[in-house]
């Protein structure tokens, strides 16, 4: 399994991770932010998340894309309820 490669401290399975899931992660950032530096610093924290701790994945819950979309989702609405109220949205 992937994870367990990352788990290992891998770093070209790390490179696999990003190259499969970065524009899915990035186009449901944008999709949230609708600013593409936003999307991108969002996407960059959540793959170092998986990093840190590849042990948070459950694969008895779902897949691997589906968690990533719902991390990157939750990480991105966390930054639009962070915004200040004169910052456009």
């Given at each position: 399994m992937l994870l367990q490669r990352v788990k290992g401290r891998d770093q070209n399975a790390m490179?696999?991770?990003f190259d499969r899931y970065s524009g899915m992660m990035y186009s449901v950032a944008l999709r949230v932010l609708n600013d593409p530096a936003q999307a991108d610093d969002v996407m960059q924290e959540v793959l170092?998340?998986?990093?840190?701790?590849?042990?948070?994945?459950?694969?008895?819950?779902?897949?691997?894309g589906a968690w990533l979309a719902v991390i990157v989702r939750n990480r991105a609405?966390?930054?639009?309820?962070?915004?200040?109220?004169?910052?456009?949205?």
């Open positions: 490179a696999e991770v170092f998340q998986v990093w840190q701790k590849p042990a948070s994945f459950a694969p008895e819950r779902g897949s691997l609405i966390d930054a639009v309820r962070r915004r200040k109220p004169s910052d456009p949205v």
